[in-house]
């Protein structure tokens, strides 16, 4: 074939290519925009151009919403917080709702269910007023009758895009009760009728300052931190309630937060909240600035430590698992000199040991328990030689050291007796704190070489088991 023609046949192929991918592929998404957009009942318009609502909630309240240096105001019936996410929902409902078909020349508006007590809706968006009548459903099809005010049009809009439409006024409501972001938290004071708290961070970690001064349990913060930021509200009691019958005379809890400013050079801002005594619907009201009351389900007061022991530092041993090299376990003797077993993990990750073999998995788990090990309670900040002996401490039944690439030091625990009930005594190397750690640690850390020999230690193989002699 002729060069020139080859090239002329590959330019026509390359042309018709990209017309298919232009048109038929990436214009696709294109026109089917457009056509959406021709089918909307208000082109052109987008959420974030809709400056107000107002709307009859489906309990009867004439409510109007407005968009106030970027969030989102109920300003009727009441002042308040609105939630942002579903508002955001109804607003993106109106501006996209989109037509199935229109009835051009309708009949009397009462057909469609359009009349009076028809539900209606307004807004604000780019400098104009739409407003919008909802109708009845159509016999058939899922969809329901719309009206739009200045054209004659009686529109068929699927019923889904519709009832998003339909709050309550409580759903209007945000009901989160904190409104702050956990990363703004700089101090917390925790209170409750026969206790108290108080907590700052200092250089990233978090430090308790009442009534026992010393590093505090940064689970429990996070945790308590979690808790107020997710905590919302079944219901508002907005008419005043006399603080003796919420039991806010005398609040179960009282947690206060201390926050850095909203922005450079602001001032210091506090949220604080007051959670009352269970009410007969099994709700609490909660106070937390301002006159309108919180319900929150009863049992969330469960989700905030109210002990001492829960702020205080329990961390007893952490570090990344698979930093692990290394570990040595010795093990106090009835007689003789203490048994030392030492594991070692391999490149692939296993474990092994010797000169006692003991079960990879169970050794695995170990190290994983030993990595993020911490106590549920504290039995002393520190003890004498005397009283330490007589929790098995000093000696220790169980002396466990982890170590890393190079013998970088992972972790050092000590573990002693068990105390009724089964709780395990224990003690981190260079923490003078006698600490308990839960019974069921017992089963993943052995505490003493009876527990090692009981069950920690590799089985032996099975022997086979002799074929029976033939029968004569």
Do not use: C
């Not at 019936?77 to 020349?105: C, H, K, W």
């Not at 049009?153 to 759903?171: H, I, P, Q």
């Amino acid at each position: 074939m002729n060069p020139r023609t080859t090239a002329v046949l590959f330019l026509l192929a390359a042309a018709l290519g990209a017309f298919v991918w232009l048109y038929e592929l990436e214009g696709e998404e294109g026109r089917q925009a457009a056509l959406e957009s021709k089918d909307r009942l208000f082109p052109g318009l987008g959420s974030d151009q809709v400056e107000w609502v107002e709307l009859a909630t489906t309990d009867g309240q004439a409510v109007r919403i407005e968009r106030r240096d970027g969030a989102w105001q109920l300003v009727k019936p009441i002042e308040y917080r609105a939630d942002a996410f579903v508002v955001d929902g109804i607003v993106g409902s109106l501006t996209q709702m989109t037509r199935e078909s229109a009835f051009a020349n309708p009949q009397p508006p009462e057909t469609y269910g359009l009349g009076a007590g028809a539900r209606e809706l307004a807004f604000g968006a780019a400098g104009a007023e739409h407003r919008v009548r909802i109708g009845a459903q159509t016999p058939v099809g899922g969809n329901d009758y719309v009206s739009v005010a200045g054209r004659p049009e009686v529109f068929v809009v699927r019923s889904y895009r519709v009832s998003a439409l339909g709050k309550r006024l409580d759903e209007l409501r945000d009901k989160r009760v904190v409104d702050a972001s956990p990363d703004a938290v700089e101090s917390i004071a925790v209170r409750w009728p026969d206790g108290h708290v108080a907590l700052a961070r200092e250089g990233g970690a978090w430090q308790l300052r009442e009534p026992v001064p010393g590093p505090a349990d940064e689970a429990t913060v996070q945790a308590l931190l979690s808790t107020l930021s997710t905590l919302r509200a079944s219901g508002f009691a907005d008419a005043p309630m006399p603080d003796a019958q919420t039991g806010l005379d005398h609040p179960e809890l009282v947690v206060e937060l201390g926050l850095a400013p909203g922005a450079e050079g602001g001032e210091k801002r506090s949220v604080s909240l007051a959670m009352g005594k269970l009410l007969p619907g099994g709700d609490r009201a909660v106070r937390a600035g301002g006159p309108t009351l919180f319900l929150v389900s009863g049992s969330r007061i469960d989700d905030v430590p109210r002990t001492l022991v829960a702020y205080r530092f329990k961390q007893l041993a952490k570090f990344p698992p698979d930093s692990a090299r290394r570990i040595e376990l010795a093990f106090a003797a009835p007689e003789g000199a203490p048994v030392a077993i030492t594991g070692t993990r391999d490149e692939e990750g296993s474990w092994s040991s010797a000169p006692e073999a003991m079960d990879p998995e169970k050794l695995r788990a170990l190290v994983d328990e030993l990595s993020q090990l911490r106590a549920r309670g504290i039995l002393a900040d520190s003890m004498g030689a005397e009283g330490l002996r007589g929790l098995g401490l000093d000696p220790p039944r169980a002396k466990l050291t982890v170590t890393g690439e190079g013998g970088k030091p992972l972790a050092e625990v000590h573990l002693g007796n068990a105390r009724e009930g089964g709780a395990i005594l224990a003690q981190a190397a260079g923490n003078p704190g006698v600490f308990e750690l839960d019974p069921a640690v017992g089963e993943v850390l052995p505490a003493s070489l009876e527990a090692l020999r009981a069950g920690f230690l590799a089985r032996p193989p099975e022997a086979p088991v002799p074929e029976a002699a033939p029968a004569d």
